[in-house]
Antibody, heavy 119, light 107 residues
Framework: QVQLQESGPGLVKPSQTLSLTCTVS??????????WSWIRQPAGKGLEWIGR???????RYSPSLGDRVTMSLDTSKNKLSLRLTSVTAADTAIYYC???????????WGQGTLVTVSS | EIVMTQSPATMSVSPGERAILSCRASQRINSYLAWYQQRPGQTPRLLIY???TRASGVPARFSGGGSGTEFTLTISSLQSEDFAVYYCQHYFNWPLTFGGGTRVEIK
């Protein structure tokens, strides 16, 4: 059973960089044909896909976040990471990491971590 | 970007009744559509993919239909655990996008 667990600071100041990690257990992030995404959800609102990364480092990002987002992998630790620069209050949300196959629907999700952007 | 529009935003249904939720895509997405359930305080759970294929462990009372731009999720007989928010998501192209959700509440 694949499990994902997000971690990182719960509070980030405006204009700073949000950094989160997702630890994967019960499966390898280096497996063929599995892709790893970050998805966020502001309180009481809907879901927004942020981007995805494959085991070879290939990434796809949502254009809505422009060049503020970077995703990376640490295959030795079976972890993926998210960096979001120049954050504002609009980036306050629960951030989820999730797995998909090469048909990009999400079959495993982490529990999510709340990140608040505030001074 | 493909815009996914769900309707209604909220529906009130009595236990045991049927609920039909709608999802519309702003352009054709063939059958590249998934549905998720999110109970209060919980993580989204995959229900349906390929517009009509139930994910592992999903009860048969959930069924998905449609193709192209119009899709439905039908819950044939609502159980107490089905009162939740439901989201559709396309995976036809980039970026992946979700609908705004339909809240199914107890009448």
């Amino acid at each position: 059973q694949v499990q994902l667990q997000e971690s990182g600071p719960g509070l980030v100041k405006p204009s700073q960089t949000l950094s989160l990690t997702c630890t994967v257990s019960g499966g390898s992030i280096s497996s063929d044909n599995y892709f790893w995404s970050w998805i966020r959800q502001p309180a009481g609102k809907g879901l927004e896909w942020i981007g995805r990364i494959y085991k070879n480092g290939d990434t796809r990002y949502s254009p809505s976040l422009g060049d503020r987002v970077t995703m990376s992998l640490d295959t030795s630790k079976n972890k993926l990471s998210l960096r979001l620069t120049s954050v504002t209050a609009a980036d306050t949300a629960i951030y989820y990491c999730s797995r998909s196959g090469d048909r990009y629907y999400f079959d495993y999700w982490g529990q999510g971590t709340l990140v608040t952007v505030s001074s | 970007e493909i815009v996914m529009t769900q309707s209604p935003a909220t529906m009130s249904v009595s236990p045991g009744e049927r609920a039909i939720l709608s999802c519309r895509a702003s352009q054709r997405i063939n059958s590249y559509l998934a549905w998720y359930q999110q109970r209060p305080g919980q993580t989204p759970r995959l229900l349906i993919y390929g517009a009509s294929t139930r994910a592992s462990g999903v009860p048969a009372r959930f069924s998905g239909g449609g193709s192209g731009t119009e899709f439905t999720l039908t819950i044939s007989s609502l159980q107490s655990e089905d009162f939740a928010v439901y989201y559709c998501q396309h995976y036809f192209n980039w970026p992946l996008t979700f609908g705004g959700g339909t809240r199914v509440e107890i009448k």
